[in-house]
């Protein structure tokens, strides 16, 4: 087993299927009113890596970003949990990041900020295909949830606002993080095996 299996994702339409009025369901979005900038639906297959939609986030046209963001994510503190997302950036004229974090239950916490809330940009998609990113990290001791965004930016001054699509958001306990194998209706047949 890979650390990159999860038990379970506790991210609700991390798949971008379902949408209620333009906002992905179980998702929070704040398009940037002042410089433009906008979240679609998209359906195109070439630009959903798995399933029949993903989501387009459209940079701003001026300074500032546009997110999206899923908050509050129950974890459990010195358990080993996986992050992992696609996503298609083959554009010039946007650049993207994840922008995440453990929280108590009234503060965020710093532990990873290294790698949860990166300075730098992803860069273009290789072949304009998407791209999997995935961290494992354990839980720190006074973590209750998980908080999650993707930003997208104009990549410089002045030039047209480009496009970031992302796909198949997932975080859950890594396999290697479930104790005793307590994964619910989990069963190994013929028990014991043999050959």
């Keep these: 087993l890979g650390t990159t299996i999860s038990a379970q994702n506790l991210v609700v339409n991390g798949s971008f299927e ?21 979240i ?6 070439a630009n959903v890596q798995q399933g029949t939609s993903s989501l387009k986030v ?18 459990v503190a010195g358990q080993e949990y996986t ?8 554009s010039d004229n946007a650049k993207g990041r994840h922008w995440a974090g453990w929280r108590s239950d009234t503060a965020q916490l710093d532990d990873n900020a290294d ?13 304009n295909g998407f791209e999997l990113v995935t961290i494992t990290l354990t839980a720190p001791a006074t973590a209750t949830m998980f908080r999650l965004d993707f930003r997208v930016y104009q990549e410089a001054t002045g030039q047209e606002s480009g496009v970031i699509h992302y796909d198949n958001v997932v975080f859950g306990l890594s396999a290697l993080g479930v104790n005793k194998n307590d994964i619910a209706g989990l069963s190994v047949y013929p028990n014991p095996v043999t050959n």
């Design 18 to 38: 379902s949408w209620t009025t333009g906002v992905p369901d179980g998702w929070t979005t704040f398009p940037s009113s002042a410089n433009g900038g906008a």
């Design 40 to 45: 679609e639906q998209e359906m195109g297959a």
């Design 58 to 75: 459209i940079a701003p046209a001026g300074t500032g970003n546009v997110k999206t963001a899923y908050t509050d994510i129950p974890v």
């Design 83 to 90: 992050f992992s997302y696609y996503y298609k950036d083959a």
């Design 115 to 127: 790698v949860l809330r990166p300075n730098a940009y992803f860069a273009n998609s290789a072949g």
